[in-house]
Nanobody, 127 residues
Framework: QLRLVESGGGLVQAGGSLRLSCEVF??????????VAWFRQAPGKEREFVAAIRWDSGTTQYADTVKGRITLSRDNAKLTTLMQMDSLRPEDTAIYYCATGRPTTSTMISAGEYDYWGQGTQVTVSS
Protein backbone atom coordinates (compact mmCIF):
# COMPACT_ATOMS: atom_id res chain seq x y z
CA GLN A 1 0.00 0.00 0.00
CA LEU A 2 1.33 3.39 -1.03
CA ARG A 3 0.27 6.89 -0.19
CA LEU A 4 1.00 9.93 -2.31
CA VAL A 5 0.81 13.52 -1.13
CA GLU A 6 0.77 16.45 -3.55
CA SER A 7 1.48 20.04 -2.70
CA GLY A 8 2.37 23.31 -4.37
CA GLY A 9 -0.80 24.20 -6.21
CA GLY A 10 -2.21 27.67 -6.17
CA LEU A 11 -3.17 30.72 -8.16
CA VAL A 12 -0.75 32.21 -10.65
CA GLN A 13 -0.97 34.72 -13.47
CA ALA A 14 -0.52 33.66 -17.05
CA GLY A 15 3.16 33.36 -17.82
CA GLY A 16 4.00 32.57 -14.23
CA SER A 17 5.42 29.47 -12.62
CA LEU A 18 4.57 26.89 -9.99
CA ARG A 19 6.38 23.91 -8.59
CA LEU A 20 4.31 20.90 -7.61
CA SER A 21 5.59 18.21 -5.31
CA CYS A 22 4.56 14.58 -4.94
CA GLU A 23 5.95 12.53 -2.08
CA VAL A 24 5.44 8.77 -1.95
CA PHE A 25 5.08 6.93 1.34
CA UNK A 26 5.21 3.16 1.66
CA UNK A 27 7.47 0.17 1.79
CA UNK A 28 6.39 -1.35 -1.52
CA UNK A 29 7.62 1.41 -3.82
CA UNK A 30 10.02 -0.35 -6.16
CA UNK A 31 12.66 2.00 -7.50
CA UNK A 32 13.43 -0.39 -10.33
CA UNK A 33 9.87 -0.81 -11.54
CA UNK A 34 7.71 2.10 -10.44
CA UNK A 35 7.04 5.26 -12.34
CA VAL A 36 5.46 8.44 -11.04
CA ALA A 37 3.11 10.38 -13.26
CA TRP A 38 1.10 13.55 -13.21
CA PHE A 39 -2.39 13.81 -14.63
CA ARG A 40 -4.76 16.73 -14.64
CA GLN A 41 -8.48 17.18 -14.92
CA ALA A 42 -10.19 20.42 -15.85
CA PRO A 43 -13.89 21.03 -15.23
CA GLY A 44 -16.02 19.13 -17.69
CA LYS A 45 -13.06 17.39 -19.26
CA GLU A 46 -11.52 13.96 -19.02
CA ARG A 47 -8.43 13.34 -16.99
CA GLU A 48 -5.38 13.75 -19.20
CA PHE A 49 -1.76 12.79 -18.98
CA VAL A 50 0.73 15.53 -18.21
CA ALA A 51 4.10 13.96 -17.48
CA ALA A 52 5.77 10.88 -16.05
CA ILE A 53 9.16 9.79 -14.83
CA ARG A 54 10.61 6.32 -14.47
CA TRP A 55 12.28 6.11 -11.11
CA ASP A 56 15.24 3.92 -11.95
CA SER A 57 16.43 5.71 -15.05
CA GLY A 58 14.92 9.14 -14.57
CA THR A 59 13.54 8.96 -18.07
CA THR A 60 10.72 11.43 -18.54
CA GLN A 61 7.77 11.69 -20.87
CA TYR A 62 5.67 14.79 -21.43
CA ALA A 63 2.38 15.52 -23.07
CA ASP A 64 2.65 17.64 -26.19
CA THR A 65 0.54 20.33 -24.57
CA VAL A 66 3.11 20.96 -21.85
CA LYS A 67 6.39 19.88 -23.39
CA GLY A 68 8.97 22.61 -23.08
CA ARG A 69 7.13 24.24 -20.19
CA ILE A 70 7.26 21.45 -17.61
CA THR A 71 10.25 19.67 -16.14
CA LEU A 72 10.14 16.62 -13.88
CA SER A 73 12.82 15.65 -11.42
CA ARG A 74 13.00 13.28 -8.47
CA ASP A 75 14.73 12.96 -5.14
CA ASN A 76 15.52 9.32 -4.56
CA ALA A 77 16.13 9.68 -0.84
CA LYS A 78 12.82 11.42 -0.24
CA LEU A 79 10.82 9.52 -2.87
CA THR A 80 9.64 12.91 -4.02
CA THR A 81 8.85 14.01 -7.55
CA LEU A 82 8.96 17.68 -8.45
CA MET A 83 7.16 19.17 -11.39
CA GLN A 84 8.40 22.61 -12.35
CA MET A 85 5.74 24.40 -14.36
CA ASP A 86 6.71 27.51 -16.31
CA SER A 87 5.00 29.79 -18.81
CA LEU A 88 1.64 28.72 -17.47
CA ARG A 89 -1.48 29.37 -19.48
CA PRO A 90 -5.13 29.65 -18.48
CA GLU A 91 -5.78 26.33 -20.20
CA ASP A 92 -3.42 24.71 -17.69
CA THR A 93 -6.02 25.33 -15.00
CA ALA A 94 -7.00 21.98 -13.53
CA ILE A 95 -6.70 19.71 -10.57
CA TYR A 96 -3.35 17.99 -10.80
CA TYR A 97 -2.95 14.46 -9.50
CA CYS A 98 0.17 12.43 -9.03
CA ALA A 99 0.11 8.68 -9.29
CA THR A 100 2.44 5.73 -9.18
CA GLY A 101 2.37 2.32 -10.76
CA ARG A 102 4.42 -0.04 -12.85
CA PRO A 103 3.65 0.77 -16.48
CA THR A 104 5.63 -0.39 -19.42
CA THR A 105 7.54 2.12 -21.47
CA SER A 106 4.71 2.17 -23.97
CA THR A 107 1.88 2.63 -21.47
CA MET A 108 3.16 5.41 -19.26
CA ILE A 109 0.54 7.86 -20.51
CA SER A 110 -2.36 5.60 -19.56
CA ALA A 111 -4.11 6.39 -16.29
CA GLY A 112 -5.15 2.77 -15.98
CA GLU A 113 -1.54 1.76 -15.45
CA TYR A 114 -1.33 3.58 -12.14
CA ASP A 115 -2.54 1.96 -8.95
CA TYR A 116 -2.12 4.67 -6.35
CA TRP A 117 -3.23 8.27 -6.59
CA GLY A 118 -2.82 11.40 -4.57
CA GLN A 119 -5.62 13.66 -3.47
CA GLY A 120 -4.96 16.30 -6.10
CA THR A 121 -3.86 19.90 -5.92
CA GLN A 122 -5.59 22.80 -7.64
CA VAL A 123 -3.70 24.91 -10.16
CA THR A 124 -5.45 28.04 -11.36
CA VAL A 125 -3.91 30.27 -14.01
CA SER A 126 -5.54 33.65 -14.46
CA SER A 127 -5.57 35.47 -17.76
Amino acid sequence: QLRLVESGGGLVQAGGSLRLSCEVFGRTFNRYRNAVAWFRQAPGKEREFVAAIRWDSGTTQYADTVKGRITLSRDNAKLTTLMQMDSLRPEDTAIYYCATGRPTTSTMISAGEYDYWGQGTQVTVSS
